[in-house]
């Protein structure tokens, strides 16, 4: 089992940047694939970005291509995303997710069996 705790959240005008962290406890993290889903209110939750076990693919929604860089360090457990020129539209909740993936390469989408508690972010115009 993975236990995800997310950081790194906060109020920002528009046009700065965050990072995220996601620590993962266990020593499986680099077993699973990751990804980054958010959630603005009275929204559903949204796929963000997902990067493979290795991190040698990555995959970005596209309403935050360009902007955000979704990263990993196996050796530390933890997740990143670099969120940059951020709009009021990118206010959310973020969540981290986990899950087992026998490929080094393959990006997953969904179907993610661990999640963070999620972490605050507030841009203002």
């Known amino acids: 089992q993975v236990q995800l705790v997310e950081s790194g959240g906060g109020l920002v005008q528009a046009g700065g940047s965050l990072r995220l962290s996601c620590a993962a406890s266990?020593?499986?993290?680099?077993?699973?694939?990751m990804g980054w889903f958010r959630q603005a209110p009275a929204k559903e939750r949204e796929f963000v970005a997902a990067?493979?076990?290795?991190?040698?693919?990555?995959a970005y929604a596209d309403s935050v291509k360009g902007r955000f860089t979704i990263s990993r360090d196996n050796a530390k457990n933890t997740l990143y995303l670099q969120m940059n020129s951020l709009k009021p539209e990118d206010t959310a909740v973020y969540y981290c997710?986990?899950?087992?993936?026998?490929?080094?390469?393959?990006?997953?989408?969904?179907?993610?069996?661990?999640w963070g508690q999620g972490t605050q972010v507030t841009v203002s115009s």
């Open positions: 997710a986990a899950r087992p993936s026998s490929s080094l390469s393959e990006i997953e989408y969904d179907g993610y069996d661990y």
């Open positions: 266990g020593r499986t993290f680099s077993t699973h694939a």
């Open positions: 990067i493979s076990r290795t991190g040698i693919n990555r």
